[in-house]
């Protein structure tokens, strides 16, 4: 503590098997050692909030980016006694990452779909719960308010294309495969490729 009563650094008096793991840092190395010197930060990580958890008494759970150690962790912090605070941690970096990838890629999607005038839908076989996207709202020239289904997409497509929208829907689903088709939708008077 500084003169003021503020946490300054913390020392750790124990891990275990998993902290060597996640970490690579030894139990020989950790035990005893000033946080700010164990992981080379000044101040030592986290302390404002293991501060505030050792005066309230109330846990708390958090993720973060620690920068020295490239890595994204979950860490759930308890007070098991007073003036002390212990860690569970979980290395979560490959989740962020996979994540990061998935978000980089939707907007990808985004991006190329609005460019190519296409609108998406999506089916979940198991569910049936029905997916659109901005864009087929808007390629179908309906209110974003309609719920999605099957048959109110099916409703769009010109009369003499649907069977053959909907065979190929069907054929797509046992075989496992996508379906790329070209076809007329109609709504309100109009009709569009």
Do not use: C, M
């Amino acid at each position: 503590h500084d003169n003021f009563g503020k946490a300054v650094d913390y020392i750790v008096t124990d891990v275990n098997p998993a902290f060597e793991l996640i970490l690579g840092i030894k139990k020989e190395t950790a035990l005893g050692k000033k946080a700010s010197e164990l992981y080379g930060t000044n101040p030592p990580p986290y302390i404002d909030i293991y501060e505030k958890v050792v005066t309230s008494g109330k846990p708390v759970l958090f993720d973060t980016y620690f920068e020295p150690l490239k890595k994204y962790f979950n860490i759930s912090v308890f007070s098991p006694a007073k003036g002390k605070f212990a860690t569970v941690f979980e290395d979560i970096t490959e989740r962020k990452l996979a994540e990061e990838t998935i978000r980089t890629n939707e907007e990808r999607l985004r991006l190329t779909t609005e460019a190519a005038e296409i609108g998406l839908w999506e089916r979940n076989l198991i569910t049936e719960e029905i997916k659109w996207d901005y864009k087929l709202y808007e390629l179908l020239g309906i209110d974003k308010s309609e719920k999605p289904s099957i048959s109110r997409y099916l409703s769009y497509v010109h009369e003499d294309d649907r069977n053959r929208i909907k065979n190929n829907i069907e054929a797509a689903i046992q075989k496992k495969q996508d379906y790329i088709a070209e076809y007329r939708v109609t709504h309100n008077g109009n009709t569009r490729w």
